[in-house]
């Protein structure tokens, strides 16, 4: 295919962001721990993992000392998120159940932030995914180590949907490219897909997907008709799943990838 030999281009140094440290080493494995839309980049820093640095992407710099511009958490960052309809807005997970929505500035960071514009309750438990709807404006779904998956209104902060489907923490979620539905890849190794825009939330497909139980992502392809998961086997090989959305009982195509030097 035309995407056989695909090669990415790195861009100009003059867009560069150099002499970024102070990554943290922290970041949960469910967290992407690198997120960015058309104006900024943010990535969790400090040992504590209790900061976010929010880089502008519109032109590059050499941080002075190392010195980085970041939101103030005060608690362990679990997951986080920009609105897709708001690109100054980014929904923070942390470890107490609670999701804060930082606001920053139009200009970006230019010193570190301390507060938030506004928090909510969502778990007792700690936040473990958060993921914004595509097209519907204000809403986020959220999971938790309480193995709840909660679709909630964050312009009133009031709960829509739960989904109590799960008995086991969630890897990855993903909504698909329309937003009419939710995929979860589970830790007992089931990719599920729901619809969650029916009062009661269905559970539309379900299947085996990677078989080890150190991580994977799900996400969508071809504007919704195929669901991808990597993850890994049995015997620790990485793995790349390929599913119908109508059919997850078997994939249509797999692909085992050899990580050895």
Known sequence: TKFRHLKGTISGRETHITNFNGLSKTI????????????????????????????????????????????????????????????????????????????????????????????????????????????????????????????????????KLKITAHSEPLFSMSWSPDGDLLATLSKDQKLRIFNPREEEPKLVAEGLATQGSRGGRVCWALKGALVIVTGFSRVSERQFLVFDKNDLSKPIASEGLDVSP
């Open 28 to 159: 949960p494995g469910e967290c992407d721990g690198f997120k960015v839309n058309s104006r900024f980049a943010a990535v969790p820093i400090g040992p504590a993992c209790n900061q976010l640095a929010v880089l502008s992407v519109s032109k590059g710099v050499r941080l002075s000392g190392g010195v980085i511009p970041h939101l103030v958490c005060g608690h362990t960052i679990c997951d986080f998120s920009f609105d897709p309809f708001d690109e100054h807005l980014v929904a923070v997970a942390c470890d107490h159940g609670m999701i804060q929505f930082w606001r920053i500035p139009e200009n970006g960071l230019t010193e570190n932030m301390d507060t938030f514009e506004s928090e909510m309750h969502a778990h007792d438990d700690r936040i473990t995914i958060i993921a914004y709807h595509p097209n519907a404006k204000h809403v986020l779904a959220s999971f938790a180590t309480d193995f709840a998956l909660i679709i909630w209104n964050v312009q009133t902060m009031e709960p």
